[in-house]
C-alpha cells in the first residue's frame, strides 16, 4: 500500500503547462488591443507586442515557482538538506521527512502537479501521510510549493533546492489543508523557514559565515517560529532584539507591488534590487549581486567579511532572469477577499474615516496604499522602536502596501507582527497620533482595512 502510493505520486505529471493570461486585473482597453484583429501593419505589430509581453510574463513565473538559480549547490551540496529529507533509508540520515512532517512545518502541495488519482487518493485519506518515500515521490512529481529535488538512482535524492515560492506562495487548501491549487504572492505564515533549515545535518557553513557554533545557530533557527525569517541576520549577525525576542520579521506579501518605489519593511531597495539580493544572498544561488552599502564591517559585519557587497559567479544563473521575474511579480495584483469576509456598509464608512478623520492615506494614499515617491519613515514617525530599521541602510520603516492584508492576518501586523490583529493596529494609530477616534469609526475603519 505504502509503496503503492508513493508509486502513484511518482507517475503524476505536472498539468499545469499552458501560457494563459495574466489572472485578474486586464484593463479593458488592453484586451481589446490584443483582440483587433490584425488588419494593418500596425495592429499586427501590436499583437507581437502583447504576445512577447505575455510571454515574458509567463517566462517570469516559472522563474518564481520553479528556478532554484544554481542554489542546490549550497542546500544540498553543503548544508546536505536532502540527506534529513530522505532519511536513512534512501542513503541520508535520520527517519527521513514524512509528508505529515513536511505539511507540519507549513510546507504546501500544489495540486495541479498531481494527477486526479492522486489527488483523490489523497482527498479519501489513502496516502500514507507518515511514509517519507511518499515526499520523495511529491518532490520527484514537483508538488512541493518552493522545493525541488532531483531523485537519485538508488532511489533516494540527489540535492534539493528551494525557490522563491517557498515563502512567498501559498496553496487554496482545495484538496485537503496544505494542498492545492497555488497562490503566488501570498505570503506563507504557516512556514517554519527556521525548522525546515534546522533539518540540515550541517550547519557548519551558517555557523561559520555568523561565526558561532552550531548549536547556537540551530537556537536561532528555532526561534523564528511560523511565517519568520531574517533576511538582515546574514549582514548584521543579530539574532535578538534587545527585548530578547527573535529579530526575525514576517513573510512579506509579494503582490500589490506595482507602483510602489522601495521594498521590503526597511525599504532596501526597488523590486529588481531585492530580487538579485534574496537569489544571491539568502537562496545562496548562483549569480552577480553588487551593493557597495554592504561594504561597512560597522553596520553590517557579516555581508563585509563575507564580501556580500560584490558577489560574481561564473556561471551567473540569476542576471539573465531579473527582467522577466520583476515582470511576474509587478503583474501580481493584490487579491480581493472574499465577500462576506467583512461588512460592506461598515467598510465604505470606513473609507472616509480613513481619507479623513483618521489620516491613514497621508501615507497610505489610495490605490496604491503607500507615497507615491519616497515612502520611508523614522521609527518616531510612526511611533516604534527602532531596531528593526536601523539594521538596514536608510534606518526607516518603508509605508507598507495594504491591499491583500486578509491574506496575511495570520502572525499579526507591522514588520514583526507586533500588533496581534487589526484592531491593535487602529489602536496604536489612534493613541499615538491622539485621533480620538470613536467606537464607531474605529470598527468602521477596521472593516475598510478588511476589505482592501
Ligand atoms: C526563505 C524565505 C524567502 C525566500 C525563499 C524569498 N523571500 Fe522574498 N522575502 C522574505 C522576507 C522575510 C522578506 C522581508 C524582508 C525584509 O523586509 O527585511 C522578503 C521580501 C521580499 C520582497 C519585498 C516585498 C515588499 O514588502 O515590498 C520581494 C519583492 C521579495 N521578497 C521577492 C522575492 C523573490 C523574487 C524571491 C526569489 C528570488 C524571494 N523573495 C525569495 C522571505 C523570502
Ligand atoms: C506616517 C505615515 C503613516 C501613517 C499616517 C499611517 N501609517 Fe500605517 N504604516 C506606516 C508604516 C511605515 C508601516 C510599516 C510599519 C512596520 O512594518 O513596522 C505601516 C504599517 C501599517 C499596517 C501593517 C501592514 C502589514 O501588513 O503589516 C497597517 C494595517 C496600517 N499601517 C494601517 C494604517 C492605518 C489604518 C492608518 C491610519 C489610522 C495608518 N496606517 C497610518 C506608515 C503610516
Given at each position: 500500500m505504502l509503496l503503492a502510493a508513493a508509486g502513484m505520486l511518482a507517475v503524476?505529471?505536472?498539468?499545469?503547462t499552458s501560457a494563459g493570461p495574466?489572472?485578474?486585473?486586464?484593463e479593458p482597453g488592453m484586451s481589446q488591443s490584443v483582440d483587433?484583429?490584425?488588419?494593418t501593419d500596425g495592429t499586427r505589430h501590436q499583437r507581437q507586442e502583447w504576445g512577447a509581453a505575455l510571454a515574458t510574463l509567463e517566462r517570469g513565473r516559472r522563474i518564481f515557482r520553479f528556478?532554484?538559480?544554481?542554489d542546490e549547490a549550497f542546500?544540498?551540496?553543503?548544508?546536505?538538506?536532502h540527506e534529513a529529507i530522505e532519511g536513512a533509508r534512501f542513503?541520508?540520515?535520520?527517519?527521513g521527512l514524512t509528508p505529515a512532517a513536511a505539511l507540519g512545518v507549513g510546507l504546501k502541495v500544489d495540486a495541479?502537479?498531481?494527477s486526479p488519482a492522486t489527488l483523490d487518493a489523497i482527498r479519501r485519506g489513502r496516502?500514507?501521510?507518515?511514509?517519507?518515500a511518499v515526499t520523495l515521490a511529491l518532490l520527484e512529481a514537483n508538488a512541493v510549493v518552493g522545493v525541488s529535488a532531483r531523485r537519485a538512482?538508488?532511489?533516494?535524492?540527489?540535492s534539493v533546492g528551494i525557490q522563491c515560492?517557498?515563502?512567498h506562495s501559498t496553496v487554496?487548501?482545495?484538496?485537503?489543508?496544505?494542498?492545492?491549487r497555488r497562490l503566488d504572492g501570498?505570503?506563507?505564515?504557516?512556514?517554519?523557514v527556521g525548522a525546515i533549515i534546522a533539518l540540515?545535518?550541517?550547519l557548519s557553513a551558517v555557523a561559520n559565515l555568523l561565526q558561532a557554533d552550531q548549536q547556537t545557530v540551530r537556537t536561532v533557527l528555532a526561534s523564528w517560529g511560523p511565517g519568520k525569517f531574517d533576511a538582515q541576520l546574514f549582514l548584521d549577525?543579530?539574532?535578538?532584539?534587545p527585548d530578547g525576542k527573535t529579530a526575525a520579521t514576517l513573510l512579506p506579501?509579494?503582490?500589490?507591488?506595482?507602483?510602489?518605489n522601495l521594498h521590503t519593511y526597511t525599504g532596501w531597495g526597488g523590486v529588481a534590487h531585492w530580487n538579485a539580493f534574496v537569489a544571491n544572498?539568502?537562496?545562496?544561488?548562483?549569480g552577480t549581486f553588487i551593493d557597495?552599502?554592504?561594504?561597512?564591517a560597522a553596520r553590517f559585519p557579516v555581508a563585509a567579511r563575507a564580501g556580500f557587497a560584490e558577489v560574481r559567479n561564473d556561471?551567473?544563473?540569476?542576471t539573465s532572469k531579473l527582467p522577466a521575474l520583476q515582470f511576474y511579480q509587478l503583474s501580481l495584483a493584490a487579491p480581493k477577499p472574499p465577500?462576506?469576509?467583512?461588512?460592506a456598509a461598515a467598510a465604505r464608512a470606513g473609507k472616509d474615516v480613513f481619507n479623513?478623520?483618521?489620516?491613514?492615506?497621508?501615507?497610505?494614499?489610495?490605490?496604491?496604499?503607500?507615497?507615491?515617491?519616497?515612502n520611508m519613515h523614522t521609527a518616531a514617525e510612526i511611533g516604534i522602536d527602532d531596531f528593526q530599521s536601523t539594521r538596514?541602510?536608510?534606518e526607516r520603516y518603508r509605508t507598507t502596501p495594504?491591499?491583500?492584508?486578509f491574506t496575511r492576518q495570520?502572525?499579526?501586523?507591522?514588520h514583526d507582527g507586533r500588533f496581534p490583529d487589526l484592531r491593535a493596529v487602529v489602536d496604536h494609530y489612534n493613541s499615538f497620533f491622539s485621533l480620538s477616534l470613536s467606537e464607531r469609526q474605529k470598527r468602521e475603519l477596521i472593516e475598510y482595512l478588511k476589505s482592501l
Open positions: 503524476a505529471a505536472i498539468a499545469n495574466p489572472a485578474g486585473g486586464r483587433t484583429s490584425a488588419s528556478d532554484t538559480f544554481g542546500w544540498g551540496g553543503t548544508l546536505r538538506l542513503g541520508g540520515v535520520g527517519p495541479d502537479a498531481l496516502v500514507n501521510l507518515n511514509d517519507p538512482r538508488d532511489g533516494g535524492l540527489q515560492a517557498l515563502c487554496d487548501n482545495s484538496v485537503v489543508p496544505g494542498v492545492g501570498w505570503p506563507n505564515r504557516d512556514l517554519n540540515a545535518p550541517d549577525g543579530k539574532a535578538f532584539r506579501a509579494a503582490f500589490g507591488l506595482a507602483g510602489v544572498l539568502e537562496m545562496h544561488g548562483q557597495s552599502r554592504l561594504n561597512d556561471p551567473d544563473l540569476t465577500r462576506g469576509s467583512f461588512d479623513g478623520a483618521a489620516r491613514c492615506a497621508t501615507c497610505h494614499v489610495p490605490p496604491i496604499f503607500t507615497e507615491p515617491g519616497w538596514s541602510p536608510d495594504l491591499g491583500g492584508l495570520k502572525g499579526g501586523f507591522y
